[in-house]
């Protein structure tokens, strides 16, 4: 019996092309192991957006060789699309995917298995993603195997070039999935009892660019869905944040009220060197419009610290920021360089030093917040869906996430099995770490 395995490196995006390439191969007669089992294919979705990514990347190529040194190993993605025979040669994977080719993995598995001749090199398919007239690479999915909700992939590509960045060059242009394939594909997943849709892309805020569907309208038409019972969004830009789209999102009750606002910095000079299109004043006009929208949502963000030339000033406008703003959760990282990108050779490069320091006060401001933020849902009735058992403080309990995306524990006795339902809870404290919302129904 022929046996597969895959893992994936990077975004919710690469997570569900890694999906979407295992029904492939399962469609061909593989079983699926785990990626520590020998197996005759080994798949691995590279990731680039840091040069640990890279090195990550590389590292799982190697462990799958030594596992199984007569396997065929695949790498895919963002990491190798822009490789050359050379570079290729030297990885040490036998076929090289690039993005906009993994729907042909089956087909370059095949062309190795056929002549097992390596004297040429791994098998190279890619395209150049940075060719405008790409087209979106129609990938599908029926089951999530890793998650009880699901995530669907709809855009794909930036053209925002911010400086610290290298994904426009892995991804290519913005491009998006045809609405109705969309709605297809949610139909068949609320069919298999995902009750959660987590919408994603690249850059899902330029979802529909140069065609005559939005965001707002692939939302309004996933609303329709029998069977779908949440819709989450992914991480959108903050000049999405309209009146018009926060009124239409509003009034659909599946929408999930947690917004993921990419802000990268609180200070404008900071942005204006990151090459991010916005200021501060309409990144909190966007905060302003959801929560005159939606009773208290969750917005939540990620951070880099230490970017090239940032003062101790402007890191302290950053940090005031972030208290002003109230967030329910930040994801703070120190700037990395990445080879190819402006930043990289920016000057006032910050010691790591500096960077280590930034990065621990930033994360121990955002905590704050988080518990807060906890807090100021005990006694309130929630909406939880819950995915699976973990043990707390020594106790069983079924964990989830509320609408807003609130960690939720409840405990449970041996005749309950809760995964996969959603259940009307009341908050009734927090755990001793302020992890968890503790629930009773």
Same mark, same amino acid.
């Given at each position: @019996?022929?046996? /597969?395995?895959?893992h994936?490196?990077?975004?919710?995006?690469?997570?569900?092309?890694?999906?979407?390439?295992?029904?492939?191969?399962?469609?061909?007669?593989?079983?699926?192991v785990?990626?520590?089992?020998?197996?005759?294919?080994?798949?691995?979705?590279?990731?680039?957006?840091t040069?640990?990514?890279?090195?990550?990347s590389?590292q @799982?190529?190697?462990?799958?060789?030594?596992?199984?040194?007569? $396997?065929? %190993?695949?790498?895919?993605?963002? &990491? %190798?699309?822009?490789?050359?025979?050379?570079?290729?040669?030297?990885?040490? /994977?036998?076929?090289?995917?690039?993005?906009?080719?993994?729907?042909?993995? !089956?087909?370059? %598995? #095949?062309e190795?298995?056929?002549?097992?001749?390596?004297?040429?090199?791994?098998?190279?398919d890619?395209?150049?993603?940075?060719?405008?007239? !790409? /087209?979106?690479?129609?990938?599908?999915? =029926?089951?999530?195997?890793?998650?009880?909700?699901?995530f %669907?992939?709809?855009?794909?590509?930036c053209n925002?070039?911010?400086?610290?960045?290298?994904?426009?060059?892995?991804r290519?242009?913005?491009?998006?999935?045809?609405?109705?394939? !969309?709605?297809?594909e *949610?139909?068949g997943?609320?069919?298999?009892?995902?009750?959660?849709?987590?919408?994603?892309?690249?850059?899902? +805020?330029?979802?529909?660019?140069?065609?005559?569907?939005?965001l707002?309208?692939?939302? =309004?038409?996933?609303?329709?869905?029998?069977? *779908? =019972?949440?819709?989450?969004?992914?991480s959108?830009?903050?000049?999405?944040?309209?009146?018009?789209?926060?009124?239409?999102? +509003?009034?659909?009750?599946? @929408?999930?009220?947690?917004?993921?606002?990419s802000?990268?910095?609180?200070?404008?000079t900071?942005?204006?060197r990151?090459? #991010?299109?916005?200021?501060?004043?309409e &990144?909190?006009?966007?905060?302003?419009?959801?929560?005159?929208?939606?009773?208290?949502?969750?917005?939540?963000?990620?951070?880099?610290?230490g970017?090239?030339g940032?003062?101790?000033? =402007?890191?302290?406008?950053?940090?005031?920021?972030?208290?002003?703003?109230?967030?329910?959760?930040?994801?703070?990282?120190a700037?990395?360089?990445? /080879?190819?990108?402006?930043?990289?050779?920016?000057?006032?490069?910050?010691?790591?030093?500096?960077?280590?320091?930034?990065?621990?006060?930033?994360?121990?401001?955002?905590?704050?917040?988080?518990?807060?933020?906890?807090?100021?849902?005990?006694?309130k009735?929630?909406? !939880?869906?819950?995915?699976?058992? $973990?043990?707390?403080?020594?106790?069983?309990?079924?964990?989830?996430?509320?609408?807003?995306?609130?960690?939720?524990?409840?405990?449970?006795?041996?005749?309950?099995?809760?995964?996969?339902?959603?259940?009307?809870?009341?908050?009734?404290?927090?755990?001793?770490?302020?992890?968890y919302?503790?629930?009773?129904?």
């Amino acid at each position: @019996m022929k046996k /597969a395995a895959l893992h994936n490196l990077g975004c919710k995006v690469n997570a569900y092309e890694t999906e979407a390439m295992e029904e492939l191969l399962k469609k061909d007669g593989y079983t699926i192991v785990s990626f520590d089992d020998i197996a005759d294919v080994y798949v691995i979705n590279t990731c680039s957006v840091t040069n640990i990514a890279d090195r990550k990347s590389r590292q @799982m190529i190697h462990k799958c060789r030594k596992l199984n040194p007569d $396997a065929c %190993v695949v790498a895919a993605g963002c &990491y %190798v699309q822009n490789f050359g025979k050379d570079e290729a040669d030297e990885l040490g /994977a036998d076929i090289i995917l690039g993005n906009n080719k993994k729907n042909e993995l !089956v087909t370059k %598995v #095949r062309e190795y298995f056929a002549s097992l001749d390596k004297t040429d090199g791994p098998i190279l398919d890619y395209i150049d993603i940075n060719d405008g007239n !790409v /087209a979106y690479e129609n990938m599908h999915i =029926e089951k999530d195997s890793e998650h009880t909700r699901a995530f %669907v992939k709809v855009q794909d590509g930036c053209n925002q070039f911010c400086s610290y960045c290298i994904i426009p060059f892995a991804r290519g242009r913005i491009r998006s999935r045809d609405i109705n394939d !969309v709605v297809s594909e *949610v139909t068949g997943l609320a069919k298999n009892g995902y009750k959660e849709m987590v919408i994603t892309g690249i850059h899902l +805020s330029s979802y529909g660019s140069g065609t005559d569907y939005t965001l707002a309208d692939l939302l =309004e038409a996933v609303q329709k869905i029998d069977g *779908v =019972e949440r819709i989450r969004l992914g991480s959108l830009e903050p000049q999405i944040i309209t009146e018009d789209f926060a009124k239409r999102v +509003s009034v659909l009750d599946k @929408m999930c009220p947690h917004f993921h606002l990419s802000l990268q910095s609180g200070c404008d000079t900071v942005l204006k060197r990151m090459n #991010r299109k916005y200021t501060i004043e309409e &990144y909190t006009r966007g905060v302003e419009i959801l929560r005159k929208y939606f009773d208290n949502p969750a917005i939540t963000t990620d951070i880099i610290v230490g970017f090239p030339g940032e003062t101790e000033e =402007e890191y302290k406008i950053t940090e005031g920021y972030v208290r002003e703003i109230a967030f329910y959760e930040l994801h703070v990282f120190a700037y990395s360089k990445r /080879a190819g990108t402006k930043a990289a050779t920016m000057p006032g490069q910050i010691t790591n030093a500096v960077k280590k320091v930034r990065s621990a006060s930033l994360i121990a401001t955002g905590n704050e917040s988080t518990i807060a933020y906890r807090k100021d849902h005990i006694g309130k009735s929630l909406d !939880v869906l819950f995915e699976e058992k $973990a043990q707390i403080d020594g106790n069983d309990y079924f964990i989830g996430f509320s609408k807003e995306y609130i960690k939720c524990a409840i405990q449970f006795n041996d005749n309950q099995d809760l995964t996969n339902c959603i259940c009307e809870v009341k908050a009734t404290g927090l755990t001793a770490d302020g992890q968890y919302l503790i629930v009773e129904i």
